[in-house]
């Protein structure tokens, strides 16, 4: 799913949509014990409850594409008849309505899902009617022909409320507050089908981590039956491992900044799309000889890229390009750069020992305070 599939499934959590059939719940402490179920029409609920779960339902499908969010696809092998494909496939044609396949799924979650603390499994069902698009992009909501049956799945931290005073209107007093278990913003969730190119996909769904390192492979194992994603972090890691193990020690500043400075302009060149450009080898490849790596640098390049990210693997240009940050760092000194400024720091060799240079002229700050480089006889003509 790209960014505008994404935000069209999320438009539906609002007051005057009524495509939400069911919602089923499951509150679970801490000892893995179910404290209590709830099994509703949606719209049984009061209007305040509805808000309440619109809310998480759209932070389910929030975040960034590759980090937050992960599209993961499943292979023939991933949907036998007794695979978590074929139970997920299950609640979704029942639309939650039979209890002894939405209770199965709560003790899979229970099983595999680690958090040591209490929290609450949501379940909705949903159709979307898809509305028919005019060549302009206009919707035509009296041209669909396909109905989006699909799944959300939201597990949500519920914490214990903090202590303190609060008014009571009743007594006319402050007095300590009481304090009761509030359900917090989803830390994990999923949707399924996919909705690809705007419409079913069985093979494929769609993962939401709060924490993108937290990806809780275990559960979308046990759970989803799907291969488990990459985190941005392991990204980095394998790609600076690629760059160390090709580069060796002819791994230069220059050329790392120039390889910084191709990963920008890339990085502008798709700042539009709608879905976040992978690397391959090949690309990766072709990125390095871009930036001036020699090819004789290149020749351990296919075997370090194999080692560090796997022969098929592909690496996210946002994980590797860090929101366009470039740092400086030694064991005593960080600098910072703006991404579009790289030239003004330079390396140099100055009687003898290596330098880095940087350009400056008015505006300087040191600890918040404006100061001057040079005095009044020694600035420069």
Same mark, same amino acid.
């Not at 696809?73 to 039979?98: C, F, N, Q, V, W």
């Given at each position: 799913?790209?960014?505008?599939?994404?935000?069209?499934?999320?438009?539906?959590?609002?007051?005057?949509?009524?495509?939400?059939?069911?919602?089923?719940?499951?509150?679970v402490?801490?000892?893995?014990?179910?404290k209590?179920?709830?099994? *509703?029409? /949606?719209? #049984?609920?009061? @209007?305040?409850?509805?808000?309440?779960?619109?809310?998480?339902?759209?932070k389910? %499908? $929030?975040?960034?594409?590759g980090?937050?969010?992960?599209?993961?696809?499943y292979?023939?092998?991933?949907?036998?008849?007794?695979?978590?494909?074929?139970?997920?496939?299950?609640l979704?044609?029942e639309?939650?309505?039979?209890?002894e396949?939405v209770?199965?799924?709560?003790e899979?979650?229970?099983?595999?899902?680690?958090?040591?603390?209490?929290?609450?499994?949501?379940?909705?069902?949903?159709?979307?009617?898809?509305?028919?698009?005019?060549?302009?992009?206009? *919707?035509? /909501?009296? #041209?669909?022909? @396909?109905?989006?049956?699909?799944?959300?799945?939201?597990i949500?931290?519920?914490? %214990? $409320?903090?202590?303190?005073?609060?008014?009571?209107e009743?007594t006319?007093a402050?007095?300590?507050r009481?304090?009761?278990?509030?359900?917090?913003?989803p830390?994990?969730?999923?949707?399924?089908?996919?909705?690809?190119?705007?419409?079913?996909d069985?093979?494929?769904?769609l993962?939401?981590?709060?924490?993108?390192?937290?990806?809780?492979?275990?559960?979308?194992?046990?759970?989803?039956?799907?291969p488990?994603?990459?985190?941005?972090?392991?990204?980095?890691?394998?790609?600076?491992?690629?760059?160390?193990?090709t580069?060796?020690?002819?791994?230069?500043?220059?050329?790392v900044?120039?390889?910084?400075?191709?990963?920008a302009?890339?990085?502008?060149?798709?700042?539009?799309?709608?879905?976040?450009?992978?690397?391959?080898?090949?690309?990766?490849?072709?990125?390095l000889?871009?930036?001036?790596?020699?090819?004789?640098?290149?020749?351990?390049?296919?075997?370090?890229?194999?080692?560090?990210?796997?022969e098929?693997?592909?690496?996210?240009?946002?994980?590797?390009?860090g929101?366009?940050?470039?740092a400086?760092?030694?064991?005593?000194v960080?600098?910072?750069?703006?991404?579009?400024?790289?030239?003004?720091?330079?390396?140099k060799?100055?009687?003898?020992?290596?330098?880095?240079?940087?350009?400056?002229?008015?505006?300087?700050?040191?600890?918040?305070?404006?100061?001057?480089m040079?005095?009044?006889?020694n600035?420069?003509?």
């Amino acid at each position: 799913m790209n960014k505008r599939e994404i935000s069209e499934i999320k438009k539906q959590f609002k007051k005057d949509n009524n495509a939400i059939t069911r919602i089923c719940g499951c509150y679970v402490d801490a000892e893995k014990q179910i404290k209590t179920k709830l099994k *509703e029409a /949606f719209f #049984a609920l009061s @209007e305040e409850e509805i808000f309440k779960y619109y809310e998480i339902f759209k932070k389910t %499908l $929030s975040g960034t594409l590759g980090k937050n969010l992960h599209n993961l696809e499943y292979s023939i092998h991933d949907e036998g008849p007794d695979s978590a494909h074929a139970l997920l496939m299950k609640l979704r044609e029942e639309k939650l309505t039979d209890d002894e396949t939405v209770d199965a799924f709560y003790e899979k979650v229970i099983e595999s899902y680690d958090y040591g603390e209490n929290y609450y499994i949501i379940l909705i069902h949903s159709a979307y009617d898809i509305p028919g698009k005019a060549l302009d992009g206009e *919707e035509m /909501f009296d #041209a669909s022909d @396909e109905v989006y049956h699909h799944i959300l799945c939201c597990i949500c931290p519920v914490k %214990l $409320s903090e202590p303190g005073l609060s008014y009571n209107e009743m007594t006319n007093a402050i007095e300590e507050r009481p304090r009761d278990w509030w359900v917090q913003p989803p830390m994990t969730g999923f949707l399924f089908p996919a909705f690809n190119d705007r419409s079913t996909d069985i093979h494929g769904l769609l993962y939401f981590s709060k924490n993108p390192e937290a990806l809780h492979t275990e559960f979308i194992e046990a759970c989803l039956g799907a291969p488990s994603p990459i985190s941005f972090k392991a990204q980095k890691e394998a790609f600076h491992e690629i760059l160390t193990d090709t580069l060796g020690e002819e791994c230069e500043y220059e050329i790392v900044r120039q390889i910084h400075e191709t990963l920008a302009e890339l990085e502008e060149e798709h700042k539009e799309d709608m879905e976040p450009v992978t690397l391959g080898k090949s690309q990766v490849r072709e990125l390095l000889e871009k930036s001036g790596v020699q090819p004789e640098q290149l020749e351990h390049f296919d075997k370090a890229y194999e080692e560090a990210a796997g022969e098929d693997t592909a690496i996210l240009l946002p994980a590797i390009t860090g929101a366009g940050k470039f740092a400086v760092k030694t064991p005593d000194v960080d600098i910072k750069v703006n991404p579009d400024r790289l030239d003004l720091v330079e390396t140099k060799f100055i009687d003898g020992r290596r330098f880095l240079v940087i350009a400056v002229e008015d505006n300087v700050e040191v600890n918040g305070m404006p100061v001057k480089m040079w005095s009044a006889e020694n600035r420069p003509s």
